[in-house]
C-alpha cells in the first residue's frame, strides 16, 4: 500500500523556526513535494525534493532522504501569514501527486 | 501567471442530479487533474489526463467520470450525484515536464441535499 504521515497540528510563535516531518510509504516513489494551502484558499506549490539533500527558497526549506523515506518542510522567520496547511505530497513514477493529510500550522504572536 | 478557473465556487444540487464541474487552464499544460478534499483526508485524486482525450481513473474514480476535448478543459461528471459526494472539488493542472508542480483552481464547493 501507499502512506504518508504528517503532524496534524503545529504551533510556533512569530519569528521562530519550525520544522513539519513527512515520512512516506510508497511504491513508485519519485520525488517529494510541498503545498502551502491559506484557509478557503488553493493549493500552492513550495517545493519539490527528488534528490537526497536541501532544498532552500528564501525563508523556506525542503529536507529528503530516501532511504529513510523521510522528508520536512522548514520556515524559518515565521510571519503570521504562514499560519495556514502544508501538505507533502509523493511524486510517483505514474506522474500522479499522492498527498498527506496536511498539518495545520498555527503562528502566534 | 498560470491561471486555472474552475465554473463554480459554490454548487447546491439534489440528490439524483447530473453535475458538471468545468475546469480551464491557460497555459497550455499537458496534465490536468481533479481532486476532492474532504477534512482530515488532504487532497484524492479522483481522475487524471495527460492528454487531450485520454484519462486515467485515480484512487477514488467510483460515481465519477471526465471528459477531456480541448487541451485547456477537464470536466468532471457526477452522474448521479448521492449526499456523500458533498465536498470541496478542486481542479489542477501541470506541465508534462513537471507533474510534481500543480496549479490549482480555486475550487467548488458541492453540497448534495
Known amino acids: 500500500g501507499q502512506s504518508l504521515e504528517q503532524p496534524s497540528e503545529v504551533t510556533a510563535v512569530e519569528g521562530a523556526i519550525v520544522q513539519i516531518n513527512c515520512t512516506y510509504q510508497?511504491?513508485?516513489?519519485?520525488?517529494l513535494s510541498w503545498y502551502q494551502q491559506h484557509d478557503g484558499g488553493a493549493p500552492t506549490f513550495l517545493s519539490y525534493?527528488?534528490?537526497?539533500g536541501l532544498e532552500e527558497t528564501g525563508r523556506f526549506s525542503s529536507f529528503l532522504s530516501r532511504s529513510d523515506s523521510y522528508g520536512y518542510l522548514l520556515l524559518q522567520e515565521l510571519q503570521m501569514k504562514d499560519s495556514a496547511s502544508y501538505f507533502c505530497a509523493v511524486r510517483r513514477n505514474t506522474g500522479k501527486l499522492i498527498f498527506g493529510q496536511g498539518t495545520t500550522l498555527q503562528v502566534k504572536p | 501567471d498560470v491561471k486555472v478557473t474552475q465554473s463554480s465556487r459554490y454548487l447546491v444540487k439534489r440528490t439524483g442530479e447530473k453535475v458538471f464541474l468545468e475546469c480551464v487552464q491557460d497555459?497550455?499544460?499537458?496534465?490536468m487533474f481533479w481532486y476532492r478534499q474532504d477534512p482530515g483526508l488532504g487532497l484524492r485524486l479522483i481522475y487524471f489526463?495527460?492528454?487531450?482525450?485520454?484519462?486515467e481513473k485515480g484512487d477514488i474514480p467510483e460515481g465519477y467520470s471526465v471528459s477531456r476535448e480541448k487541451k485547456e478543459r477537464f470536466s468532471l461528471i457526477l452522474e448521479s450525484a448521492s449526499t456523500n459526494q458533498t465536498s470541496m472539488y478542486l481542479c489542477?493542472?501541470?506541465?508534462?515536464?513537471?507533474?510534481?508542480?500543480?496549479?490549482f483552481g480555486p475550487g467548488t464547493r458541492l453540497t448534495v441535499t
Open positions: 525534493n527528488a534528490l537526497d
Open positions: 497555459m497550455d499544460h499537458e496534465n
Open positions: 489542477a493542472s501541470s506541465s508534462g515536464q513537471g507533474p510534481h508542480e500543480q496549479y
Open positions: 510508497t511504491s513508485g516513489f519519485y520525488g
Open positions: 489526463s495527460y492528454d487531450v482525450k485520454m484519462k
